[in-house]
């Protein structure tokens, strides 16, 4: 028998450490070669780390939400040869990245700091009688299970996991469905609850947190919120979206938005600009790289359509369904999700009638974009009715003044409510 040290492999891009945010064993269990041992993240992508070799977990030496300096020694595992052979500092190429599920909390003691005997492998528990589950907790899963028991109609919380700190394992989903999936027993009365649930803030979340910390403790905000009158933009898109080409998607606001901003940047250009403030440096971007929010089942995330200045309304389309897709799927490369130089942020139908949207640091200006209503309009005689639109926009008021704020604006809301300008070139 021999001892393989797996440390923690160099994920490239020149960071120094990664964090943890998930382990997929735990002491004992039995690895094979390229199985995935646990997943770290640097920035916003995930990457996965498999096992060189083959043989028996003995040691894990961080626990979820540590932050790993690259070379520390992370998982140790018994081999069946003499030694562990040759121990790797980066990662394959063909790792493939992928943004996680929102952190959940994780009941299990920490792992030891240091080895243990090794011991016999003791079996898994049995899974406990569906009668005794806990309903109100929240399954702990990878995002492919998570995936298959959507597809499959099943609730995890109905689903004994035996995986490292009762994580629910394909074979657990797979035991599940071969018993056959049973619904949820029914919850009849008024019960007083007092569990109280601690969620570790980890991964993309607790990326979210830091860049929401940063943004709002040092920069200014200044919000300005108009009013849109979108029914002639409206009527445009419905027009198009009925006449397009069986290989055009479908237009939203966006793509007509992300127009107006090239024109009005052109007109405009302090508003497209990051401002290093550790430098005092404002630097104003030719190319116009807009950042999308977009909501993914792991949180917050900001895909970025690279050079809008040059891509026409569908173009603009496609590109965003494109990567608003790898977002919520996350097969986002860090390269789509960094980068931008300004970012509009949609909240669709729940859009609301008005938002503070915060700034994407270092950016100076945010674009929100609320939700459409119809309203009555006094056009002069009368009242009718008009789709409206309220847009949010905020400012990094260290280097844009409320009235370039104000004229910003405005010069968008001219285009929106009269979308032919959009199109018009020079």
Known sequence: MGEFILKMPDVGEGVAEAELVEWHVKPGDPVREDMVLAAVMTDKATVEIPSPVTGKVLWLGAEIGDTVAVKAPLVRIETAGEDGGP??????????????????????????????????TEPRPAPAPREALDFSRKPLASPAVRLRAKDSGVDLRQVTGTGPAGRITHDDLDLFLSRGAQPAPAI??????????????????????EKMTLSTSRIPHITYVEEMDMTALEDLRATMNRDRKPDQPKLTVLPFLMRALVKTIAEQPGVNATFDDGAGVIHRHA????????????GLTVPVVRHAEARGIWDCAAELNRLADAAR??????????????????????????????????EVAIVGVNKIAIRPVWDGTQFVPRKIMNLSSSFDHRVI?????????????TLLETPALIFVEG
């Open 188 to 209: 009849t009365g008024l019960v007083r609850k007092t569990a109280v649930e601690e969620i570790k803030v980890t991964g993309l979340r607790r990326r979210i947190a």
């Open 329 to 362: 799927t996350g097969t986002a490369t860090r390269d789509e999700l960094t980068g931008s130089t300004i970012t509009i942020s949609s909240l669709g139908a729940l859009g609301g009638i008005a938002s503070t949207p915060v700034i994407n640091h270092p």
């Open 287 to 298: 190319a116009v790289h807009i950042g999308i929010a977009t909501q993914t089942p792991a």
């Open 87 to 120: 121990q790797p500092d980066s990662v394959p190429e063909a790792l493939a990245e992928a943004v996680l599920d929102e952190p959940v909390a994780v009941s299990a003691p920490p792992p030891e700091k240091a080895p243990p005997k090794p011991e016999k």
């Open 401 to 413: 003044d409320g009235w370039d704020a104000a004229t910003f604006v405005q010069r968008l809301k």
